[in-house]
């Protein structure tokens, strides 16, 4: 799943991006509001965690903006500010969860697992595919009631296909989400992640259609 933290202190940045990415999160960083709207708007995200208080454009504004072009990702915001008038209006202007601070870095990662969750149309933190089952609190996968053990890459690439459901998954968005936009890795290095996994979790478990990409087999 890949995350942008939009975040000017660089002590926070640094504690979110440290316990998202142990969570499973690839991790992206804006530290100033107009790099943050332009990120928003051109890359896709899975989640946004979006501090109010920043430098260059206010974190309402970025979401206002965002939300009126069409940007659809799942938003956390932070702030400072605690009163209930400020809440409302962040979730007026398009927010989908709210965290005042000081925060316990577990309940923010929670909330973004949650909110990944949702917005993909699951409910609850286990997902059953065909065989495989996923813990995304526990992050650890199993086959048939069998523990695999996963690398974090290998768990990203199966928790995006598992998030995704039915919906057949490109070789390009794949790479989006295991690696940003910052790597110029190509196709053939998620050719290889999947070959690794297909002998750890057995060969029927990722299925490819040919010419579009992989889904997990439904069982």
């Known amino acids: 799943?890949?995350?942008?933290?939009?975040?000017d202190d660089d002590k926070i940045a640094a504690d979110l991006t440290d316990a998202l990415?142990?969570?499973?999160?690839?991790?992206?960083?804006?530290?100033?509001?107009e790099?943050?709207?332009?990120?928003?708007?051109?890359?896709?995200?899975?989640?946004?965690?979006?501090?109010?208080?920043?430098?260059?454009?206010d974190g309402l504004s970025i979401l206002r903006r965002w939300r009126a072009e069409g940007m659809g990702?799942?938003?956390?915001?932070?702030?400072?500010r605690g009163s209930w008038m400020e809440r409302v209006e962040g979730i007026d202007a398009g927010a989908d969860d709210y965290l005042p601070?000081?925060?316990?870095?577990?309940e923010l990662v929670a909330r973004a697992r949650s909110l990944v969750r949702r917005s993909t149309g699951h409910a609850s933190p286990r997902l059953t595919i065909g065989a495989l089952e996923l813990d995304t609190t526990r992050q650890t996968v199993a086959v048939?009631?069998?523990?695999?053990?996963?690398?974090?890459?290998?768990?990203?690439?199966?928790?995006?296909?598992?998030?995704?459901?039915?919906r057949v998954?490109?070789?390009?968005?794949?790479?989006?989400?295991l690696y940003?936009?910052?790597?110029?890795?190509?196709?053939?290095?998620?050719?290889?992640?999947?070959?690794?996994?297909?002998?750890?979790?057995?060969?029927g478990v990722i299925a490819t259609r040919r010419g579009f990409g992989y889904h997990l087999e439904q069982g």
């Open 1 to 7: 799943m890949r995350c942008l933290i939009v975040e």
């Open 21 to 33: 990415a142990r969570s499973g999160f690839h991790v992206e960083r804006c530290a100033d509001g």
């Open 35 to 57: 790099a943050a709207w332009f990120a928003g708007g051109t890359e896709h995200y899975d989640i946004i965690v979006l501090d109010l208080g920043l430098p260059r454009m």
């Open 73 to 80: 990702a799942p938003v956390l915001i932070l702030t400072a």
């Open 101 to 106: 601070k000081p925060f316990h870095m577990e």
């Open 144 to 166: 048939a009631g069998q523990p695999v053990h996963l690398t974090p890459l290998e768990y990203r690439l199966v928790s995006y296909l598992a998030h995704a459901g039915a």
């Open 169 to 177: 998954v490109t070789p390009s968005e794949l790479l989006e989400h």
């Open 180 to 203: 940003g936009d910052q790597d110029s890795r190509e196709a053939n290095a998620v050719e290889a992640v999947i070959a690794r996994l297909r002998r750890k979790l057995g060969a």
